[in-house]
């Protein structure tokens, strides 16, 4: 078991991420009460690894490198992951500006097109049977 020291933590966070000293302390206490499997990968992360950590399909190598997040912000986004999934995604892909339709397949492309058509259209247009771009509820 690694021992991070808390003067070491808050001068971290307010020298390399740019918090001010009330957002390292909340910070902080939020890394506290992290899930023991992000506190192992916090440890790989200071041993100088990169963490094997991931969460509803998201890894902490997936945050840093390609979404450029800072490495503490990634451990605790992974924590949000791993607690509230659909609502983490949904920010990642709302925040970061994933839904472009320009990293979709063809397939994936046209039933996003036709659905934002379909969004868009007149509430007075008759209605058309249904296909499978419709959600279906039993």
């Given at each position: 078991?690694?021992?991070?020291?808390?003067?070491?933590?808050l001068?971290?966070?307010i020298?390399?991420?740019?918090?001010t000293i009330?957002?390292?302390l909340r910070?902080?206490?939020?890394i506290?009460?992290?899930?023991?499997r992000?506190?192992?990968?916090?440890?790989?992360?200071?041993?100088?690894?990169?963490p094997?950590?991931?969460?509803?399909g998201?890894s902490?190598a997936?945050?840093v490198?390609?979404?450029k997040?800072?490495p503490?912000?990634?451990f605790?986004?992974?924590?949000w992951?791993?607690?509230?999934?659909?609502i983490?995604?949904d920010?990642l892909?709302?925040?970061l500006?994933?839904d472009?339709?320009?990293?979709?397949?063809?397939?994936?492309?046209t039933?996003?097109e036709?659905?934002a058509?379909r969004l868009?259209?007149d509430?007075?247009?008759?209605d058309?049977?249904?296909?499978?771009t419709d959600?279906?509820?039993?």
């Amino acid at each position: 078991m690694k021992i991070i020291k808390y003067k070491d933590l808050l001068n971290y966070l307010i020298e390399e991420d740019g918090l001010t000293i009330p957002e390292a302390l909340r910070t902080i206490r939020r890394i506290r009460q992290l899930d023991p499997r992000i506190l192992k990968g916090i440890e790989a992360w200071i041993d100088g690894d990169t963490p094997d950590l991931a969460f509803a399909g998201v890894s902490y190598a997936d945050l840093v490198e390609t979404e450029k997040m800072r490495p503490v912000r990634a451990f605790l986004f992974l924590d949000w992951l791993r607690r509230e999934p659909a609502i983490a995604t949904d920010y990642l892909c709302t925040k970061l500006k994933k839904d472009s339709v320009a990293e979709l397949d063809d397939a994936n492309r046209t039933l996003l097109e036709e659905a934002a058509r379909r969004l868009q259209a007149d509430p007075d247009e008759p209605d058309r049977p249904e296909d499978e771009t419709d959600i279906r509820i039993p």
